[in-house]
């Protein structure tokens, strides 16, 4: 069974940097797309990142030239550095394939104090 665990998360001022990670079991991570999500309180779960395969990568315009998704395949773990923090970006981030999804990881809560 595929297990996702996100960490990283914490407590940092507006316009700090975090750097969030998602450990991947039990799949073929290697060939895997991945996605990074958050969910705030009072809104939708919304996508933030995505790196395919070969290591292309796309984000949300409210996150572009700021966050950067990387993946190590050897280590079965997808990053996530996010830098020029704003207080929008506070939401529990999650890390998930493409759909169909995974079951869902307990998530990391990022809290951007302003």
């Not at 914490?10 to 996605?35: E, P």
């Not at 958050?38 to 995505?50: I, L, T, W």
């Amino acid at each position: 069974q595929v297990q996702v665990v996100e960490s990283g998360g914490g407590l940092v001022q507006a316009g700090g940097s975090l750097r969030l990670s998602c450990a991947v079991s039990g799949s073929n991570f290697r060939f895997t797309i991945m996605d990074w999500y958050r969910h705030a309180p009072g809104s939708q779960r919304e996508f933030v990142a995505r790196i395919t395969v070969g290591g292309d990568t796309n984000y949300a315009d409210s996150v572009k030239g700021r966050f950067t998704i990387s993946r190590d395949n050897a280590k079965n773990t997808l990053y996530l550095q996010m830098d020029s923090l704003k207080s929008e970006d506070t939401a529990v981030y999650y890390c998930n394939k493409i759909p169909p999804f995974f079951a869902w990881g307990q998530g990391t809560q990022v809290t951007v104090s302003s």
